[in-house]
């Protein structure tokens, strides 16, 4: 048995992964962190019944933590402080926030000695959406390109990890352009990437990447409509980075072997 603990586990997504890890007979959840809801069974938060692992306040993650594998869906400030006390504990990490800044990631790299799976996002089909921006990014160099994505109402960070994760493909292949998040008053287009985003609702989220041209453009779009698209693929990653031993810093392509 792989023994999971989860940070952020009284959220969305954590309380999807405490469900998903306890319907798996390869997985047993052995610690729930959060700042709200402590105390409260993290089985009863997910809706699976209690299973007595209690929500811990994560001031005490690094006196308590103690498993194989932490998965963490907080949020990037969290995060990191979560990451550097895994990687201190020895203890193999699944990352799914999203929003970390330059300085965020130097301070991950810095401190992330353990195996690591590292994604702005989880969903088999996003990350098959980021190689299919690969090769149409090379066939459509010269096209304009722009990018939308909507999630919802409550989502923190904007542009999204996924919309981001997007531009940062197209600028490996057609080469560095400025990221613009806005346009208003006078802006007339240069040879920029727009990235634009839109809040509401009960989004899960959706992004589309164009490629404009004269006379013609290509959309490629990519909707989850269930926040379980993201949490199978943690789960994936949560098996694969178990047998993992060389410390770094791995994707979901490497998980799925793309
Ligand atoms: P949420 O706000 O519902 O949940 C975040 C939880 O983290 C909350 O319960 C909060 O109390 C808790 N938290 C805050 N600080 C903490 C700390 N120091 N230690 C432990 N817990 C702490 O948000 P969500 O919708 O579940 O999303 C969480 C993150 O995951 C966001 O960054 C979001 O963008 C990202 N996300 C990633 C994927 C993916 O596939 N990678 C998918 C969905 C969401």
New binding site residues.
């Given amino acids: 048995m792989i023994k999971v603990a989860v ?2 586990a ?5 309380r999807l992964i405490v469900k998903n890890v306890v319907e798996d007979e390869e997985l047993e959840l052995v610690q729930a ?4 809801n402590v105390g409260k069974d993290a089985g009863e938060l997910a809706g699976v019944g209690k299973i007595h692992v209690p929500i811990t306040h ?1 001031s005490e993650l690094e006196l308590k933590l103690s498993s194989d594998v932490l998965v963490d ?4 400030e ?1 995060a990191v ?2 990451i550097c006390v895994a990687a201190k504990k020895g203890v193999k990490l699944v990352v ?4 970390f800044t330059e300085e965020h990631w130097k301070k991950i790299k810095d401190c992330c000695r353990v195996p690591a799976v590292i ?5 088999v089909g996003v990350n098959v959406f980021w190689e299919i921006i690969r090769v149409a990014a090379k066939m459509l160099s010269n096209y304009d390109v722009e990018v939308l994505e909507m999630h919802h109402r ?4 904007a542009p999204s ?1 996924t919309a981001l994760k997007a531009v940062e493909i197209i600028k490996e292949v057609i080469g560095d352009r400025e990221t613009v998040t806005g346009r208003s008053g006078i802006c007339p287009r240069s040879d920029e990437i727009g990235v634009f985003a839109i809040r509401g609702g009960d989004v899960v ?1 959706e992004h589309t990447v164009f490629f404009i041209g004269m006379g013609e453009r290509m959309e490629i779009t990519h909707r989850a409509w269930s ?1 379980q698209a ?1 949490a199978g ?2 789960i994936k990653a949560v098996k694969w980075i178990s047998k993992v031993e060389d410390p770094g810093i791995y994707g979901m392509r490497d998980v799925l072997g793309i």
Avoid: L
């Fill in positions: 940070t952020g009284a959220g969305r997504m954590g962190f959060d700042v709200v994560a869906f907080t949020t990037a969290a402080n979560n799914g926030t999203t929003g994604s702005p996002n989880f969903s409550f989502k923190k960070d990890g989220g926040r993201f693929g943690a």
